[in-house]
């Protein structure tokens, strides 16, 4: 058995039309750690699908969140 860890990222910032800062460049990064045996090669797999939608819809929220928070502002 071997284990994995799988990553996914995000890098963003938010500028005005007229190039005013309203986040500086930021970096959201996910990661999940994955155990892969070869006997369950389709079940395994399945499971990193679903583990890259779970890190990616995380993401998603954390900018969705900030992007709030400037609307907030």
Do not use: C, H, W
Not at 10 to 29: A, N, S
Not at 47 to 60: G, T
């Amino acid at each position: 058995m071997r284990e994995f860890q799988l990553r996914t990222r995000l890098r963003f910032k938010v500028q005005t039309p007229q190039g005013r800062e309203l986040i500086p460049e930021t970096e959201l990064l996910q990661q999940r750690d994955m155990s892969f045996n070869e006997a369950a090669v389709l079940a395994k797999e399945s499971e990193e699908a679903l583990l890259y939608r779970d890190m990616q819809a995380d993401i998603v929220q954390q900018l969705l969140r900030r992007l709030a928070a400037l609307r907030a502002l």
